[in-house]
Every structure is written in C-alpha cells, then in structure tokens.
C-alpha cells in the first residue's frame, strides 16, 4: 500500500493574497490513524481537499509543491482513479448523500465503476458490515439519524475500497452518540481493515485516544507533528492556537508527582493512575458543598403539560419548564429528541398540539413569529442563515426598516448595535467576508436591536474551534449580565453547558428526564447514557474516582484540581 | 336586492370588479394556506410505499408521461376528458398520503381555476350572446366586455388539456427511486448525466423548499413580519405586500448562494463516487420485466392504437 507524501505543498485560492496552505512537507505511512487538528481558518479544510485530489483538479488556485500518492503525483491522476485510492467524507452527510435509500447509496460508487453485479453486491454488503449499517440497507435515507447518515456516506466511500479515507469534521452536526458512533466505526477500519485515517477533527477529546499522530496547523503550517502522547509537550502552543487540550492531558500535567513525563490520554487512563493516591481518599473524604445556587427570578418562558406531534409521531410529551429571569439554561439530548421543537414552540414557529406555552405570562401565538422576536430573539445554528445585507450596516438597516414597528420600535441605534457586537470597524464589510465569529455577532447584534429579554442560542459553538467557541460563549455571557438577558442553549456541546449553564435540561424521545444544575445532573451517568448523553471528561474522571457513587461532579479541570489540592491540605 | 345586482349600475359594478379581482387575489391566499413553500416538497419528492405503481417497470413510467403528453394533445376536449379520467387510476393505484394529495390538488387545481377565469373574461368572440354577466361601462377600462360563458368552457378545456400530462408526470415523481431513474435513462441509452441531474433534483428538491422555509423564518425572527394581516385590517395590507415583495429578492440571493454552496459539495461528492468515469454504468439491481409491466405496456399501446384509430378516423381529433 503506498504512502502519501506531502512535498513542499503551497496553496493560494484565486480571490486571496495570503496563502491557505504554506510549504507543507510531510509523509503518512500506510494504516496511519491521523488527526489534523488547529483553529478555524488555519487550512485544515484546504489540505484535507488537496489529499482527495479536489485541489487543483476541482478547486482551482495557485498550487505549488505536490502530493504524492506512492510514486504518482496526485494532481495528475484522473479523480475516478484517485477516489478509488483515497475517499472523502464531508462535513454535513445531507449533502453527500445522492440517492433515498441505503442501498442504492453504496451502490452508486461500484456501479459508476461499471463492476460486475456480483462485486457491487459484495461491496455494498462488506461496506455495509463494515459500518454496521447491514439492519439499514433497506432503510431510507430520510428515516436515518445524523450518525446513521454520516455512517453511510462513510460506507459509501468504502464501497469505492479505497486506501486512504480523508474526513473533514465528519462529526461537527452530530450528537455524542452519533460521534461516537461515527469515530468507533473508523477505528475499527483502521484497526481491523488497515485503512489510513486522515481525520480533521475539533472534538479532540473524543479523537485523541484513538488515533497515532497529531499534526497540529497554524496559518497554513503544521507547526506540530507527533504522537498523540507527545503532542501535549507544549500546553501553551496549544492555547496560543485556541485549540483544544484534552482535559485528561491538563490534569496530567498539574499533578507530575502522579503522571511524571506521561500523558495519559482517556479517563481511564487518569483515574487508575489516581486510584490509591491521596488526591482519591480526599476527594471521597469531602464529597460535599458543590451545590450552586437555583435560579428564583420571575418566570420568563413556560412550558406547561405540553405535547406536540405530527400524525403518529409523538414529538414532545407533557413537557413542564419554567425558566426565569438571568438564567443560563441548556437543553441537550441526542439528535430527535425533541429539543429545536421545544424551544421553537416558544418562538411562535408551531403550534403546540397540547398543553400551553407562554412567554412573560402571555401565551404565544403560533405563526406570529416577528412580533415574538420583539420579546425574544432566536439564534441560528448557522448565522449565515440569518443574513442577508450586503454589508454590515445594510444589515441592520434591513432589519431595521422592515421589522414590525420600523424604526421606532427599535431599542438602539445602529452605532450603538455595532459597538455592543464589536463590529464597528467592520460597518462596510460584506457579512460573508466577516470570520465565523464575526458573523454569528453580527447575527446577534440584529437581533439584539429590540432589546429582547431571551435568546434561544441553537447550536452556538457548532463548527467552531475552542477558543472561537469559548470567546464567542464569554461574550454571550458578557451580554447577559450586562443588559440581564436569559439564555435557552440548544447544544451538544457538554463543556460549554459545564462552563456556562446555570441549569441543565435533559430530553429524551421527547420527554423531560432531567432538570437541575450541571453538576448535580452531570453526576447521573448512566441515566444520560441512556438519553444518549456523554458528561464532561472531568466529570466523568470524577464518577470514576468515587466508583459513581456522588451527587454532584466537577465540572472543570480547575474545580477538580482545587478540590482535590485542597481536601488534601486539610 | 338581486335586482340591484343585475340591474343598477352600482351593483353591477360592484359584481363586475368581484369578478375581476376575486380570483387573482385569492388564488395566492389559497396557495399559501393549503400548501406554502414547505408543503411543495410533497410535491416533487419521492414516496417510498409497495404498490403496483412503485413496482412497474421505471421506463414505462418514464416513457408514460411523454405518450400521454402527446395523446393529450392529438385528442379533441371530450376524449381528453376521457384521458384525464384514465390517468386518474395510477393515482387511486398510488394511494398517496393526504398531505401529499392536498398539496396536489391544491397546485393542480390553481392554474385550473386561474385558467378557466382568464380565460372566461378574454376568451373574446364575435356577438354578446355568450356574455353570462356584460360589465358595465364603468369597467370597460379592464378590456374585455364581461364573463363568457364560451371563454369559461374554452378555459375548462385548455386546462383539462393541461392536467392529463402534469397528473401522469407526477406519478413519476412520487413513485419512482432516483437509482431507477438512472438505470432507465441507461437503458434508453440517454447520457447517465441527464439521470443524475433528474436524480439530483429529485434529492434536492424538497430541501430548496426546507431552506426557503427556514430563511422565511429566519427573517421573521429578525423581527420581519411575513404574516398575512387578518380580513378586518385592510390598512395592513400595503405594507405587509410591500413587505412580502422587498423579501423576495433578499430570500433569493441567500437561496441562491446556499444553492452553489450544497451543489458544489454535491458535485465533489459525484467525483468521489467515480460519476461520469465510463461511457456506460451497471447496476445492483436490474427491473426484470413481469405481468404487471407487460400488462401496463400493453395498456399504453392499447391507448395509443386506439386514439391514433380516433384521430385517424376524425372521430376524436382536434379540429
């Protein structure tokens, strides 16, 4: 099996001066599991493209250098030939899956091959095994959750027995469940089968006990390339990126008398080493006082007995939630469980098909969605959705000028607006020149144009790296204390519900199983493995200390530190 | 007071601008509450069931919307009727959902009615006999003398003619698997492209008319109101039209741009999967021809000998 050999690799897209892809050189060995890691806009992307072969075949820009797939430059194979070699999986599976159904999805790789029928009929069926979507192939794609889907675009690569298997953040629309599903998949191909594993990937708590090396880019560079062991060396390299250190490796590192120069890399790792020490018997002896304080404020959105279905399909069942005033709470559950229907409900977009829903005591009227945007602002999951000026004011004029009530409804100017969202030095710009960030604030600010006492944030974190993510979460908490917003946060993001919510709420096939605060529900393990919920890495190291037997968790490496140092002072 | 309708200028006025204005204004309405641009992708999306129309033979029901289409045309108004009335059975064969049969409905039935109207005030011919309601002289600004009834059956023909190939097209649609639509295009030997581009639109379809959605709601979020003013609040109207109007560029432009971005991935998604590669595909699976096909073929070769027996004869044909 060949090797991939990256050689002085530079790569500039037409409508850019600076390049994306800076003088890369570097080898990947057959069977290799790598995980291509770095913050947003560092060419993560671009690379894994220029491996598929999609750069410059597809996607034109200036190339220098080459990628070489043995002895054979890959820009001058044919891409037929090329993904028979290496295989690409795209970020969002609704985009990459052709047909409606399961099986005519695997086929149509081995079919446009023009194999025999018996080949096609053996590769559909292994690759189908190989993902353990066999029970599905019947199945249409429209029935499929977000992990089946992405499972199925990852089967049908295989169908085309490639080599080499290139994934750019195959996980990012994906609840825990479906990313554990979809990451257990590829290391078993790359155990079982020996296929290479190129992964792009921000979840890197997840990834990292999985794969054999790190290349860690910056601006276009790998500025790091090693094993997953050796890759954490340099903490701050890490932090200066805004890229994500697992929590084990940071715990690791604040206790050398306990890991001396290893990195250990799961939890499991993290508490046999710790089982017998000091820091356990401490954390045993004052399992206590890490109760925070409930929200008591008036009550701003209410849930009371509803139900919703469509048809058959019961959607949501008796759901009671009363959140108040300047709370910061988080709805997560796995993909279908009914939380972007819960939230939407209170938005005005459905109509409930039981029980009421109200907001600030009045009922909300269904379909009246601008005058409940008037109360209460709804945040997209991809902000991009949600613009449509031509530049940064434009953008608030148009919001401005045609929302209910004009102008005069309107609770600050648009200078005012640019400030709040720190946008004021890009008031010409074109959204879409703006960086992710950027536009999820500009997003933001038009909403925040009438003073909305709630925001509904689905997703906020999605597709961001961590320090985007969490400079984007602490500017939301910037607002709430500033104008007294509360928040409902839609997410999968387990970190951020642990750093941020004041309470947590857990749906599952459309019912409220559990409702407190984060490190008391965080503590109930496996009732949120059964709603297909994963708690924080710290967390979990914590229930595994005390054999699950406590009430409440930390919820940060920081927490359980000084938890752990300071019972053991005592 | 039915005299003072017929027989006063006022009231005449009055019937006569209700006549004019009624349809067109509430056509839209109708297709707003029945369908909206969510219920279109009922429309052009695939139904998985197990019936005898998802088992025919996929170029029978690709080659049946065209000879229908053709037989539609060839045939005077009364065997048209007749024809409207066999492509009916396909669809009781079908028995598609309800939500998918009112957005049919409701989408084949507008143009019918927008048709049978304008047709029924222009549908001009010599002589005022055929005026069911002459308009006064205080409409004659609007252009035509008044209602017809000759227009109104002209317009009900025409629209007829209409229906027959858009009812045997949809069955295509609703019961045919992309992959199927491939392979019959293969066997055609037409380009594989034109079947992926048909496949993909069929994929795709239904998710333009999502996102459409979501970008009306994500403008309504922003605080945009897109919501039709009640009956007894005339002077919301202007605005909320102007309103509809001025998002209408500003939906397309954000439709248009989701549009290339998906199209793109979906293009290097083909690549990948090695589409276009060779000349000819094969494929997993293969329509091997039974009863029910051959009984359908037979069937649309009966129609066809016997309408070119009609049209041959001038029993049938247009004059």
């Known amino acids: 099996m060949p090797d991939i050999h990256v050689d002085r690799l530079s790569f500039s897209y037409p409508d850019c001066d600076e390049p994306v892809l800076r003088s890369l050189d570097f080898k990947i060995v057959p069977g290799e599991f790598v995980l291509v890691a770095g913050a947003s806009g560092c060419g993560k992307s671009t690379l894994a493209l220029t491996l598929a072969g999609f750069i410059p075949t597809r996607i034109p820009g200036y190339l220098e250098g080459a990628v070489y797939f043995g002895s054979r430059k890959l820009s001058e194979m044919p891409l037929h030939e090329i993904s028979q070699r290496i295989g690409m999986v795209f970020q969002n599976p609704d985009n990459q899956l052709i047909e409606l159904d399961v099986e005519s999805e695997v086929a149509f790789g081995p079919e446009n091959l023009c194999l025999a029928r018996e080949e096609i009929e053996r590769r559909v069926a292994w690759a189908l095994r190989q993902t353990g979507m066999e029970n599905f192939r019947q199945r249409s794609i429209f029935s499929l959750s977000g992990g089946q889907k992405q499972r199925v675009a990852i089967a049908a690569m295989l169908a085309m027995r490639p080599e080499v298997l290139v994934l750019d953040e195959p996980t990012s629309d994906l609840d825990p469940v479906g990313t554990r599903e979809v990451l257990q998949v590829l290391q078993e191909l790359n155990h079982r089968e020996g296929l290479t594993v190129i992964l792009v990937e921000h979840k890197i708590d997840e990834v990292i006990p999985w794969v054999d090396r790190v290349l860690l880019m910056g601006q276009g560079q790998i500025i790091l390339d090693r094993p997953p062991r050796g890759a954490f060396a340099n903490l701050g390299l890490w932090d200066s990126l805004g890229v994500t250190v697992p929590d084990m490796v940071r715990v690791a590192r604040a206790l050398p008398e306990v890991f001396g ?11 046999r080493a710790l089982l017998g020490t000091r820091y356990r018997d401490a954390l045993i002896r004052h399992d206590k006082d890490r109760y925070g304080r409930e929200y008591e404020g008036d009550s701003i959105l209410n849930w009371e007995g509803v139900h919703l279905a469509f048809g058959e399909v019961r959607v949501l069942r008796d759901i009671n939630i009363d959140i108040a005033a300047g709370e910061w709470a988080a709805l997560i559950g796995a993909n279908g469980s009914g939380k972007t229907s819960l939230a939407s409900l209170v938005m005005g977009f459905q109509e409930p098909s039981g029980g009421r829903v109200s907001c600030l005591g009045h009922p909300v009227c269904p379909g009246d969605i601008s005058k409940q945007a008037g109360t209460i602002g709804y945040l997209f999951q991809s902000a991009d959705n949600m613009l449509f000026g031509s530049s940064v004011e434009k953008e608030f004029e148009f919001g401005l000028r045609h929302r209910r009530g004009g102008l005069r409804e309107c609770g600050h100017t648009i200078e005012e607006l640019l400030e709040i969202v720190d946008l004021a030095d890009r008031r010409q710009a074109n959204p879409f020149q703006l960086s992710h960030g950027q536009r999820k604030r500009l997003a933001l600010g038009v909403l925040l144009a009438v003073s909305p006492r709630a925001l509904i944030l689905d997703e906020p974190t999605t597709g961001q790296d961590e320090g985007h993510a969490r400079q984007f979460l602490s500017f939301l908490e910037g607002l709430r204390r500033e104008f007294g ?14 750093a941020y919510a004041g309470r947590v709420l ?17 503590a109930r393990q496996e009732e949120l493995a059964r709603c297909g919920i994963m708690p924080p890495a710290v967390a979990r190291l914590h229930l595994a200390l005390m054999d699950g037997g406590t009430k409440s968790v930390c919820l940060s490496v920081e927490e359980f530190l000084s938890a752990i140092k300071a019972k053991e002072a005592v | 007071m039915l005299s003072f309708f017929t027989q006063t200028i006022l009231g005449r006025t009055l019937v006569g601008y209700l006549l004019m204005f009624v349809v067109p204004l ?20 695939y139904e998985p069931k197990e019936t005898p129309i998802h088992r ?16 539609s045309v060839v045939l005077n108004w009364n065997y048209v009727l007749a024809l409207l009335g066999l492509t009916l059975i396909p669809w009781i064969l ?11 409905l409701t989408m084949a039935f507008t143009p019918v009615i927008g048709m049978i109207w304008s047709q029924g005030l222009f549908y001009v011919i010599p002589g005022g006999s055929h005026l069911l309601f002459a308009f006064p002289w205080t409409i ?12 109104l059956v002209h317009g009900s023909h025409e629209a007829g003619r209409m229906l027959v190939p858009a009812s045997a097209s949809l069955i295509v649609l609703l019961s045919t698997k992309p992959s199927d639509i491939i392979w019959a295009f293969a066997k055609f030997h037409l380009p594989p ?39 007894r609040e005339p002077g919301e109207w202007p605005g909320y039209l102007r309103r509809v109007l001025a998002s209408i560029p500003a939906l397309s432009a954000a439709l248009l741009v989701g549009s290339l971005r998906t199209t793109s991935v979906m293009a290097m998604v083909a690549d990948a999967r090695a589409f276009g590669s060779h000349q000819a595909r094969t494929t997993l699976r293969e329509h091997e021809l039974n009863d029910l096909d051959r009984f359908a073929w037979g069937a649309l070769a009966l129609l066809t000998v016997t309408v070119a027996g009609l049209v041959g004869f001038h029993i049938g044909g247009r004059a």
């Not at chain 1, 917003?485 to 642990?498: E, K, N, P, Q, S």
């Not at chain 2, 025919?56 to 037989?71: E, H, S, W």
């Open chain 2, 140 to 151: 004659r600004w609007f252009g035509t003398p008044g209602l017809s009834g000759a227009g």
């Open chain 2, 94 to 104: 079908l028995r598609p959902c309800r939500n998918r049969v009112r957005v049919t």
């Open chain 1, 506 to 522: 857990v749906l599952d096939e459309g019912e409220l199983r559990l409702s407190g605060r984060p490190e008391v529900v965080f």
């Open chain 2, 56 to 71: 025919l033979d996929p170029r029978f029901k690709i080659i049946y919307p065209v000879v229908i289409g053709i037989l």
């Open chain 1, 485 to 498: 917003l509360t928040y409902l946060m839609i997410t999968h993001d387990m970190r951020a519900v642990a």
């Open chain 2, 26 to 45: 509430i056509l839209p309405i109708v297709f707003v509450k029945l369908v909206g641009f969510r219920g279109l992708r009922h429309l052009f999306s």
């Open chain 1, 261 to 271: 120069d290893s990195t250990p890399l799961s939890v499991e790792e993290v508490s």
């Open chain 2, 193 to 231: 492209v034109a079947g992926f581009a048909f496949t993909v639109a069929l994929r795709f379809v239904p998710q333009m008319f999502e996102r459409v959605a979501l970008l009306q709601k994500a403008m309504e979020v922003r605080g945009y109101s897109l919501k039709a003013p009640g009956w």
